[in-house]
């Protein structure tokens, strides 16, 4: 398996912005670059969301709760894929996961997003 780390959260108030960031510094660059990646987000209780997702050829789709605040890229010279989250809402507030979309999934540890006043 190839480990991913997750950063960036913390806790903004509505409106403001954060970038998440996941990074995979064990992968090797070929194999990452071929990867299929995406966010996803979980409150307590609820299922692991879909929230945006970028493939090996830099296609994205998103959640339309999100389209046209958050951003996914990806720098496979970095091995990193990012998560610009802009206009950020209470509803927003969840544990958002990295994940390599594989047969099964390969998810990082989370980070947590708190958005409130």
């Known amino acids: 398996q190839v480990p991913l780390v997750e950063s960036g959260g913390g806790l903004v108030q509505p409106g403001g912005s954060l970038r998440l960031s996941c990074a995979a510094p064990r992968a090797i660059f070929s194999v990452f670059s071929a990867y299929n990646m995406a966010w996803y987000r979980q409150t307590p209780g609820q299922e692991r969301d879909f929230v945006a997702r970028?493939?090996?050829?830099?296609?994205?789709n998103y959640a339309d709760s999100v389209k046209g605040r958050f951003t996914i890229s990806r720098d496979n010279s970095r091995k990193r894929v990012y998560l610009q989250m802009n206009n950020l809402e209470p509803e927003d507030t969840a544990v958002y996961y990295c994940?390599?979309?594989?047969?099964?999934?390969?998810w990082g540890q989370g980070t947590q997003v708190t958005v409130s006043a």
């Open positions: 970028i493939d090996s050829s830099k296609i994205t």
């Open positions: 994940g390599i979309m594989a047969t099964p999934p390969i």
